[in-house]
């Protein structure tokens, strides 16, 4: 039995992260906490689990004394807040998966350019491992800190890594066209988040600048052996959950569509949590699972691929991911906790 | 006073169609019709227009006894339905405007390659005009016969019209990927239109090989001088109007943001239904209205420049488009009945 | 020309107030004002009206120097936030239209009761004439302070206004049963109403104490010529705009669904903006307009009937009945910058 | 291991109970079946199951030669449609539950007089039991025929048998006005049900006159020991999955709020389904769930009690209840296969 702790349980991926632990057979929830929300029960929060996970969350403070009753500590809290509490845990032997964007990316100085704030525990970062299993499974396995990715690198790189890979489109050609749900803007009462404001429309965002594109970067050059710089541009979608991602590179030689799939079943032969269809994938065909869906399109009148993803942003994009990397660290059946249907409706 | 007649008043373009004429001061409808709902009052279909615009749909047949009464015939109609309408309508000294996609391909094999049905009109073709008003204005104003751009069209090609005017992208770069809402399916009872089935969730759809596309191709090949081809993804979000149309394209040279958006500015000075903004567009900006806003990035990483733009599908991209052909075609004031103010709620 | 000041033109009341006021033919918009957005344009706040109303919105405390340059001061403020500025506005000779809830119940014990405030104003109480047109006009027509409605007593009251006014049901019976759109619960970065947490559901809020029952009580007994206790239940449903009103009665005496239907349209007989249809109410069916659609049920197995109204609640329910009460006040035609068609899509 | 056939399947109940038998411990799914998708996977209609539940539909003309090789049949029809089934079934001694509306009224006139067909298995209406576990579970468990409840009358009965129990409320008194989700129309390709159509719109329907009415009355006069005859108005609003029921009662003597908590929480001690909870329900509280939730109001100003009930349409209110009569029939924990945790987002 996992003993674990998870900050920042009333946030849309803490919330998804709790109610999956609370299934894990072979986890036992120590705490939960929350800073807006601390001494209340997490179904005053969330009332769809009245009487099933009434558990009172705990103050962002006290979480530092219970560090030594627990085996991981999961975090989900905004950039820049984890590190003295990483630290902490780190020291005491406590495994670490931030579903946070602190430690995924090596260089701390593209942290700081991106992100705007001083990171505080550089000398962590060589340990930490950017917990994409489909990539990365052995790393983790291994690893103290796992860097959980973000829902729109999750998307975008399990569509285009077999491309990389092989190496048959050109390196400097890939877009990137996501589509996100409201919930990946989080629980805060921005105005820009409200029903009415986003409601019956759609925007692009971020165009050129988003955080997720140099995680994306330098996952995808690992891949690809070669330093990749590509566009990624986000759209909010009137939506709940689910991450759509549109992903385009120009075909260095010609590959039929059916040559493209081989080689996409072939890569992910022994993945899980991946689902190549012919069919072109919907974000309800995901949602409420830890599953990734993948088709693909060759356009020969441009000599183009296009590989279009679909995750739940807040499962395969978050939570869910981090109940993964947390079965691959402690051994489990890497689908324990996670064997939930999508709910198309 | 123009007289005009309406075909295909029902489904959502005409519909719009029909409430956009009803309150234009130099028009007269003469009648509406309908295939599914002939006999019946527009009011009975859309249940918003009691005691406002209560006319009775006459069916497909009594149509062509009332060419003689009309000044223009505007066409909603499924592909390939218009042609024999169209023949009489033309050879009756009526001027047409058709909404539907028959006569927006010059090349009666290319409409066949993509329609997949018969051109019985090719001899129509070298008469009739794109009708963009933006591109073609003179040449729609001497026309008889008005091919109205689809809805993806009209945002696509606006957005991208004055870079391949410029000649400052690698015309072999371009990739278009569009949201388009709900109403673009039209009304048909559909079972991917209905609420369940499309709501809370997005999807892309004929990748490679979506109709719109050979249609901005032919365009945007005019405005380039040159033979463009390019990538065009339609995706469906869950509102019910709306296009944005996220365009990319390959710098040849080095361009700043601002040298960018005075080229448009310039490009579209004199158009008043181009609204260029420093902010991305949001489909919510124009919903209700016949505006098109573009907006503009360049990403200095990739050496791309991102091109966006929104428009309402049922007016700028269908019935609005119409209107404002119409107007230019009878020589009125080109805002006639079309001031209407975006709907933002 | 009337001159006309907006205090609180960012919220969504007076968003479509200052919207509909500017294309209004008889009326100068003086100044629009904002606590939040002060010093920026509408169009920054709304960006659907860039280059259409961009006019700069001023502090509250710069209004009050304003004063003297208009004739009629429209409010749309929370509840408690008018007095000062109504008392000055009224000694200076300006008329006041409030959108909010200070003014409407005519005894102040009931108002501090149900909003639990002081107020600050109650002798000018006995001047206040409750705007609804249809049953108010020609007091409101002499009257110098509106107390405009609230959205679900305008739905409410019209809808049981001819059932009252002809002592047909046991008056201890009335129940209303009604739902509201989101904008309902204003522009406030309030979490209940994200995206995320009220879309894709339903709830009841406010039973038995939600502060437009005393309103509705009071003009319905005022119709009755009795004393009036009903119950009223609201409900959040996921829309933007519309109010939906079910308001049941119990028949004292038999009377058949024509015969209702009879009294309806007698009642109603001159009324432009009310429509007695044969068919239920959709709210799509007024959405964007200032018309109340009304139909009528008898339910002869329970001796019942039941009238269903629907409004649009930032228009009949807010904005567009506030102008209705400026045309009576200045003496335009009552339809005066209110004939907006119904947008149903 | 209990064998069960299920007919209907690629509707939205059909779809929903095969997902859950699929799941279920005991149960052995020896054949999906579908009219409109038959020799199709059920994956193939609901793309969300690829991989998951690929199992082929068989046409209706199969399923009767496969009654010998299953212990329960789930139909899950448009009503009128089972009789010929459900006698051969009943026959072969498979015991039926069935999920449409064909056996839930013991007197087939009031049947007929409701649906307009007829009723060609009037002699098994006697061995018929209503499946609301929470009323009939003794009479349940020992059934051969189970005709399980209409979504409304599942959450209005619940919500209130106590009352009706107690003889509190005045029996003459009671309305019904109930709120659903749009997969309540069903997965036919209906023009209402567009999302065009019914998103961003709220009706009533049917009132006074909608089928579920009849069934609520039958059920809750055995309840009261009295002939209950009632108002009932069904209301669609925009989102797929959910039903909420504000039932109002008059009291004919003086209770407090907090004795009648206690009444309900004493009426339904024993029950895990049903949640009673101090705070409103709301649909998304208990989506995705087989939970029901009642909260309660008194409303002391006008001597009345509202009862405000929740439930998933397609889980307690269809497939979710069909599985815990089955769990009854066969002697397994009743939650077996149910303990799905609500699905908020």
Redesign the interface.
């Known amino acids: 039995m996992v003993r674990a702790g998870v900050v920042g349980s009333t946030g849309?991926a803490g919330?998804?992260l709790s109610?999956i632990l609370s299934?894990h057979k072979n986890v036992s929830i120590v705490f939960l906490s929350s800073h807006s929300y601390s001494n209340m029960k997490l179904s005053d929060v969330?009332?769809?689990?009245?009487?099933?996970?009434d558990k009172v969350c705990i103050d962002m403070q006290t979480v530092e004394s219970k560090l030594t009753e627990i085996d991981v500590l999961f975090l989900a809290l905004p950039h820049g807040q984890s590190f003295d509490l990483v630290e902490k845990a780190l020291s005491a032997g406590v495994k670490v998966i931030d579903i946070g964007a602190d430690y995924r990316l090596r260089d701390y100085k593209e942290y700081e350019k991106w992100y705007g704030v001083t990171h505080k525990l550089p000398n962590r970062l060589k340990d930490a491992v950017y917990g994409l299993p489909e990539l990365n499974r052995e790393r983790i396995s291994s690893s103290s800190l796992v860097a959980n990715p973000g829902c729109y690198p999750t998307a975008s790189i399990l569509a285009l890594a077999p491309l990389m890979h092989t190496g048959i489109i050109d390196n400097?050609s890939v877009?990137i066209?996501a589509?996100s749900?409201?919930?990946g803007a989080g629980?805060s009462?921005?105005?820009s988040?409200?029903?009415?404001?986003?409601?019956?429309?759609?925007?692009?965002?971020n165009?050129?600048c988003h955080r997720h594109t140099p995680e994306i970067e330098q996952q995808l050059s690992d891949v690809a052996g070669d330093k990749i710089?590509?566009?990624f541009?986000p759209?909010l979608?009137?939506?709940?959950?689910?991450i759509?991602a549109?992903c385009?590179g120009n075909l260095k030689k010609s590959i039929s569509q059916n040559e493209l799939y081989d080689l996409y079943r072939s890569y992910y032969k022994n993945e899980n949590f991946i689902?190549i269809?012919d069919?072109?994938?919907?974000?309800?065909?995901?949602?409420?699972?830890n599953i990734c869906n993948i088709a693909l399109?060759?356009?020969?009148?441009?000599n183009?691929v296009?590989a279009?993803s679909a995750i739940d942003n807040?499962i395969k994009g978050a939570a869910g991911q981090a109940v993964q990397n947390m079965n691959i660290l402690f051994g489990f059946y890497e689908h324990a906790g996670l064997d939930m249907?999508?709910?198309?409706?």
């Not at 988040?193 to 925007?203: A, I, N, T, Y």
């Not at 979608?237 to 689910?242: A, E, K």
């Not at 399109?297 to 441009?302: A, K, Q």
């Not at 249907?341 to 409706?345: F, V």
């Open positions: 849309y919330y998804q109610v299934q969330y009332g769809n689990l009245t009487g099933i996970l400097a877009i066209d589509l749900g409201v919930t629980r009462a921005n105005i988040s409200l029903f009415c404001e986003c409601g019956e429309s759609v925007k692009a965002y165009i050129a710089i590509l566009s541009t759209h979608v009137p939506m709940s959950r689910g759509l549109t385009y689902r269809t069919t072109l994938p919907e974000t309800r065909y995901v949602k409420g699972s399109r060759v356009d020969e009148r441009t183009r296009i279009v807040l249907i999508p709910n198309i409706l």
